[in-house]
């Protein structure tokens, strides 16, 4: 982050309005009173006139609103890991999630093994906003897509971004924008609630470039699971759950600009602002390409293959569980044949969906509970993989693993592969797809190692490792390029 606050390089940045640097900082005009993102449109204020700020939030902050050209709400967000503190980027993470919608900064730090008073200072540091502020930001400027973008009711919208009064919320979006929501709303129909079928509504999310859009739906039409998951038409979609909340997803790349277009189907549009955020980690929206390409690129194989496809990048999950499975599935067997296992998972233990007609669409896949409860004789594969997927789930279910980021990920590593039948392989495998680890790296694949190999001689497991140091914090998006190296040529 504090690279990328050199004046010099936000300058040029600015003046070329390259999309590459959307979202890494914002532009504050002090003569305006208002901030930007780097691809604003508007003409070009008086340098004396500008500030540097590495989030919006921190804009925010410093008193200045929101430019209603250019939209700051819709900027790619903050990346996992840009240089920053690995604390605060799972911090970020966490928040993103709603982790201080209804708990406290103490208990965040608490969740990351910090104190409270050295988060907030790490957060001004590197964020240049207190955590509190940046969960109070991201609250008000996804109201504020919902108010620009659906005909979404205003106290619904409220509700969605997780305001528990509308007089507050009313106070906040004046305080922020300078307008009322019903000032600002444009009457463009794409939000509906239908009491039979729930909520729906369209949003776009943003991404910087490149992105291999191509490349990314071909790696989840091979992987997806039949019943659970479908691409067809260059367009992703599953039905999702969330507690309680069901419903479908589909993803597409929007006809225009940098971004990708989400629609989502659900019961209750609280969850609007946790769906979005899966769906974001989900296609690795927030990477910074530019970043990572800038430490692989040394190594000579890599950039070859930078060069040839540059937007790869990290294919996320929906569900971390899930991951887990497929993962376990997964060992030893094709990737069809993993899918086709997976699918009678689905089936044998899901719950089934008909709620929009959809015929590829039939069930959501089972949660650690269902597969708690789970007889497990029909699924066809050996019986100690059957007993990992059962450890794994009952260890969810009781909540003694966690599959997310509240710590380091050799910490996860070691929870993980304390479970008999939990390899460095899967453990590896499920930070990366599941928790969207950077540097995640499972330096015993067979793929990697042929990537890697010369002639005749094929790597060590330790080889592949002690060449992969130089490849830190990105040693996961390392790892795509080594697996789709033979298709990039």
Known sequence: MKTLMNRDACDRARLARDPRFDGLFFIGVKSTGIYCRPICPAPSPRPENIVYYPSAAAAATAGLRPCLRCRPETAPGTPAWNGTSATVARAMHLIRQGALDGGSVEDLAARLGVGARHLRRLFRQHIGATPKAIADNQRLLFAKRLVVETNMPITQAAFAAGYGSLRRFNAAFLKCVGRTPSQLRTNRPQASHHPESGFSCTLTLSYRPPYDWDRMLDFFQGRAIPGVEWVGERVYRRTIRLSTNRGTIAVRHAPKGHALELDVCVADSRVLMTVVGRVRRMFDLDANPRAIHQTLMPDPLLAERI?????????????????????????????????????????????????DGDPHLTWFFPDATDMVAADMTGIGMPQKRKQTLRQIAQQIASGSLQLDTDGELSRFIDSITAIPGIGDWTANYIAMRALGEPDAFPASDLGIMKALQVGDTRPTVKQVRARAEAWRPWRAYAAIYLWMGKEAQ
């Open 307 to 355: 060069r040839k496809s540059p937007g790869l990048r990290l294919p996320g999950s929906w569900d971390p569980f899930e991951t887990a499975v497929r993962a376990v599935v997964g060992q030893q067997i094709s990737v069809k044949g993993a899918v086709t296992q997976l699918g009678r998972i689905a089936r044998l233990f899901g719950v089934p969906y008909d709620g």
